[in-house]
């Protein structure tokens, strides 16, 4: 093997020695930040944007809503209004057909015994109503806002309304389940989907399971007593949101309208076969929550429930990538970046760097709009914003360490050498108190007195083979390379191939003796030190 392919050889081991322990710091690094709030907030903010590049994805054909609006009330008047009026509107939206009718409206108060009957009663015919229950936040009183006995009775099912909200209030989730005074009790969009699908709710602790469909949720399940009172860790179900419903928008993620249409029978069949439910939409009324899609105005809670029962009856499932691939996709990423900013330092480095950023980026949100997986972007950015600086900080390391090196040979040979000017290269290198090893402004200083002490040299050398009359060459003893100068003043490089090889001619000066002897007839240069050719 040649020489020059040997340092190639030595030179890709330094620096795959130099770069594990340099991925290593920068995933430990990576990983310290991802526990706190702004790479989190980071990763989740990144999410949301995801949803906003996705855009419109049309009308849902499985989901209707029927909304109390600001023109309903202007109708019927302000909320609260009578169950009778809650019953005709009931009626209504039965005789559509739907699969499954849900109420996202609190009928946990009593009012006019008759009203609540004919509630009721609307409620026994439609024969497919689900209500809602939702956690009371009175410090004081009942805990949970439960439907009356009356209209549970009369309902298919009861689920809770709870939405699960982020550090920043922006509702990503919904709790699986909560725990309130008659057991756990499901989430209402789950229930909705239950009857709409006309299959068993099933939970094996991981995911759950509506017929065919697989639910992934996002924790455990652990249900435990503990002194006799039930206990069970949270399990959330990501929203795979579709859209929110924009006044005037020609494609509205979901078909809505409005109780005044409805009563007055505008509907136009659009509700059959679908899983309609009724709640509010009305500016006035405080039942909207911030989400990843919501622009000007939050999201009304009973546009969140279709959401999510929109991606459960579509067979589709928000989960976050899982964490050892995770960890694994994160470690490619940084051995990557690193081998780049090392390969191509400087900018070039870090164009490839944000050229290998923008691919990841793009990969992470294809998987997201057709494999519905969210990535965490918050240590990927990590690692695209600490390899470079990382990279260059151990390249600064290296080179204080080699400076140092040298420096300390070049001491190391100047020992024994004679006493030279107090200022001089060689009497700093002398000198037995030097600056700390820390100090790169000493060493860098000393290395530019080197340069000119040997610029000084290579011209005083050039000007003395430029003086010389008679033929002379210079071995490179290490790479087998000469310059020859020859009697007629032309310099040339030349190839040595061994020491014995050429003949030589009288009056040439072998350079690698002892001393400069000149050859005679015999044309072979016998100096066993000799490392190549005596060229005239």
Partial sequence: MSESATGRSNQKHLQTKHWLPLNVLLLALVGLLSLTYPVEELSRRTGDLYFRLRGSQGTSPHVALILIDDASLERYG???????????????????????????????????????RELAKALKEAGNTVLVAKISNSP??????????????????????????????????????????????????????????????????????????????????SHVMVAGVESESLRFLPIDYRGQIVPGETSPPFFAVSVLDLLDGKAGGQLQGKAVLIGFGSTEIGDRIPTPVSDRLPMPGVEIHANLIDAILAGRSLTPLNGWLNLLVLCVFSFSSTWVVLRWPVWRGLVALAALLAVGLAASYFVFAWMHVLVGLGPFLCVALLAGPLAQLQNLVLVDRGLTQGLRQLQIALKTAQPTKKNSLPAALRAETQPADGDLHWK?????????????????????????????AVFAV???????????????????????????????????????????STRRCTSARASGACVP
């Fill in 478 to 520: 290490r790479n087998g390379k000469a310059f020859v100068k020859s009697k007629d003043g032309t310099r040339r490089r030349a190839l040595i191939v061994s020491p014995r090889h050429f003949a030589s001619r009288p009056g040439a000066i072998c350079a690698n003796h002892s001393r400069p002897r000149r050859f005679g």
């Fill in 78 to 116: 302000r909320w609260p209004w009578k169950r009778s009026l809650l019953a005709q509107v009931v009626r209504a939206a039965s005789a559509g057909h739907p699969k499954v009718l849900g109420l996202d409206i609190l009928l946990s108060e009593t009012e006019d015994e008759a009203n609540d």
């Fill in 444 to 472: 860098v200083s000393l290395l530019r007195q080197l340069q000119a002490e040997l610029s000084s040299l290579y011209a005083f050398d050039e000007t003395l083979l430029e003086a010389m009359q008679e033929g002379l």
């Fill in 140 to 221: 004081q009183g009942r805990p949970w806002f439960e439907p009356l006995p009356l209209f549970a009775q009369n309902a298919l099912a009861v689920g809770h309304a709870q939405a699960a909200l982020g550090p920043d209030s922006i509702c990503r989730s919904v709790p699986v389940r909560e725990l309130s005074l008659g057991g756990p009790r499901w989430a209402f969009a789950l229930e909705v989907a239950r009857i709409a699908s006309g299959n068993v709710l099933e939970d094996d602790g991981h995911e759950l399971r509506i017929g065919r469909r697989k639910i992934p949720t996002v924790g455990t399940s």
